[in-house]
């Protein structure tokens, strides 16, 4: 397993500077299209010197309307300048919509009692998959957290490898809360006291187990919070649903539970949340 929280930072950083190296490329292409209107201009004006002493053909006032366009370009391209300028790079990254676990730039860790790395022991895609391992001495808290600076709707889905089925072991799933309404709650997941079935809860809705049974491999779980229901999914079966206009500000993957339950490692890969467009923000 790689660990992911000393080297997450460094990630980061490298992503960082390749989106500022693909920003910064924008405004030097504005820069240099600027500089070769400006030299046009500049040329055009010396033709309509050479017309005003009856040198050449061009007609009188060309060179005004010229200089009056660059202005305006200069203009322009000032705005653009500054726009690129005070937009952060890290914003693109903000707005990503999936995660395959080969890099992991997204994410806020936790790991209390546990770690979280990328393994290549599990993967639903390309090489590597988020791994979540916990260790013993107290309560695990171990999550990948993504938070947003208002709630949200839309449908969050992500490949989970249960290791475990059969076993009672800790909580691991897909988890998305409200920070503005707490009531709104939602997840996918094994839960520590069934070992059989996967579970899933909703807003005003406690654990549930659900009928789908739990098997070692991959399972996808999906959660849709929309402005007229949230609904659970567990590889497409529609497993738990709640009337109501709901929405979110954090999503979590997550391994937790007591300190006298097994150890666990569960992996998670192909993260995806898709936006609706009535989102409340
Ligand atoms: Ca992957």
């Given at each position: 397993m790689v660990p992911i929280t000393p080297s997450a930072g460094r990630h980061v950083l490298e992503n960082k500077r390749r989106g500022a190296a693909r920003e910064y490329s924008v405004p030097a292409v504005l820069v240099a299209a600027y500089l070769d209107a400006f030299k046009e201009v500049r040329m055009r004006n010396m033709v309509e010197s050479r017309e005003s002493l009856g040198m050449d053909t061009m007609r009188?006032?060309?060179a005004r309307r010229d200089r009056s366009r660059?202005?305006?370009?200069?203009?322009?391209?000032?705005?653009?300048l500054v726009l690129f300028?005070?937009?952060?790079?890290?914003?693109?990254?903000?707005?990503a919509q999936s995660d395959t676990f080969e890099l992991k730039p997204l994410w806020t860790i936790t790991a209390e009692?546990?770690?979280?790395?990328?393994?290549?022991?599990?993967?639903?895609?390309g090489a590597t998959a988020a791994v979540l391992s916990s260790r013993s001495g107290g309560q695990r808290?171990?999550?990948?957290?993504?938070?947003?600076?208002?709630?949200?709707?839309?449908?969050?889905?992500?490949?989970?490898?249960d290791t475990a089925a059969g076993s009672s072991t800790l909580y691991s799933g897909l988890y998305a809360s409200n920070s503005v309404t707490p009531a709104?709650?939602?997840?996918?997941?094994?839960?520590?006291?069934?070992?059989?079935?996967?579970?899933?809860?909703?807003?005003?809705?406690?654990?549930?187990?659900?009928?789908?049974?739990?098997?070692?491999g991959w399972h996808n779980f999906s959660l849709q919070v929309t402005a007229t229901?949230?609904?659970?999914?567990?590889?497409?079966?529609l497993v738990g649903?709640?009337?109501?206009?709901?929405?979110?500000?954090?999503?979590?993957l997550v391994l937790s539970g007591p300190s006298w339950r097994p150890n666990a490692t569960f992996y998670f890969d192909d993260f995806r949340i898709s936006r609706e467009p009535t989102c409340r923000e």
């Open positions: 009188p006032g060309d660059l202005a305006a370009a200069g203009i322009l391209l000032v705005a653009c300028a005070t937009v952060p790079p890290t914003q693109a990254q903000a707005q009692n546990g770690s979280v790395g990328l393994s290549s022991d599990q993967h639903h895609s808290n171990v999550w990948l957290q993504l938070t947003y600076p208002a709630p949200r709707k839309g449908a969050l889905s992500v490949w989970f490898y709104e709650d939602f997840s996918v997941n094994v839960a520590d006291w069934n070992p059989t079935t996967y579970v899933w809860h909703g807003p005003g809705v406690g654990e549930t187990a659900t009928a789908v049974t739990r098997t070692v229901a949230f609904n659970a999914f567990i590889d497409g079966i649903s709640v009337s109501g206009d709901f929405a979110f500000d954090s999503i979590r």
